[in-house]
């Protein structure tokens, strides 16, 4: 099992930008897809962004399509997340995910490796 831990959060105001990393212990995330996942109050888990093992392959919410980039530093066991233009309704906890399968990383209970999340909160 793979822990993660997530850092970068903060209060920014809308328009600004924050990057999310991800750091991983136990095992290499060279072995897995990672995700990005977030969750406002009241509202269930949403997928975000999904990255291959290799960076070969990205993929992006509709909602932070141009806005959002994820990438990853296999030698560094990271993952990041850059968030640009930010908008209040992006205001949530960020969760970093880990799946064998880049194909399951869309849903959240396809998800068995998580982060404990690190809030984001954009003021208007």
């Known amino acids: 099992q793979v822990q993660l831990v997530e850092s970068g959060g903060g209060l920014v105001q809308a328009g600004g930008s924050l990057r999310l990393s991800c750091a991983g212990s136990g095992r290499t995330l060279s072995d897995y897809a990672m995700g990005w996942f977030r969750q406002a109050p009241g509202k269930e888990r949403e997928f975000v962004a999904r990255i291959t093992w290799n960076s070969a392959y990205t993929g992006y919410a509709d909602p932070v399509k141009g806005r959002f980039s994820i990438s990853r530093d296999n030698a560094k066991n990271t993952v990041y997340l850059q968030m640009n233009s930010l908008k209040p309704e992006d205001t949530a906890v960020y969760y970093c995910?880990?799946?064998?399968?880049?194909?399951?990383?869309?849903?959240?209970?396809?998800?068995?490796?998580w982060g404990q999340g690190t809030q984001v909160t954009v003021s208007s």
């Open positions: 995910a880990a799946a064998r399968s880049y194909g399951n990383m869309i849903r959240a209970g396809n998800v068995n490796n």
